[in-house]
């Protein structure tokens, strides 16, 4: 055999490989994309339909103008010295706010 049908066989050879490997290669990624593609359009879909339902105008009842009656609770005394020794102390207690319209009386 000379030199270039041996050269030609091995290079039909090495070809017989590489061609099918490089088409498997090149499917496996296309399909890789499509497959992300497909995933990436569910997910798009998903998101979609949540923000239809989260934007969707809630309906709250109408407001209530008429409080129903509490029952009657009776207010004590704050503590055992009475409503007036008790504001008296709370007050040189408890510093005022500043601007408090209380305070500059």
């Known amino acids: 055999m000379s030199k270039q ?7 039909a050879v090495v070809l017989s490989a590489v061609i099918p490997g ?10 890789a994309i499509d ?6 359009r569910a997910l798009e879909a998903r998101l979609d339909v949540r923000e239809a339902r989260d934007a969707r105008p809630v309906s709250f009842p109408a407001p209530c103008f008429r409080t129903p009656a509490t029952p009657g609770l009776q207010q004590g005394p704050a503590t055992a010295l009475g409503e007036r020794e008790y ?7 408890v510093p005022a706010w ?3 319209p209380q305070s500059e009386n």
């Open 35 to 40: 497959v992300a593609e497909r995933n990436l």
């Open 22 to 31: 490089v088409a498997g290669y090149m499917s496996a990624r296309l399909e």
């Open 5 to 11: 049908l041996t050269f030609t066989l091995a290079c």
């Open 98 to 100: 500043p601007g408090d």
């Open 87 to 93: 504001t008296k102390r709370l007050s040189r207690e």
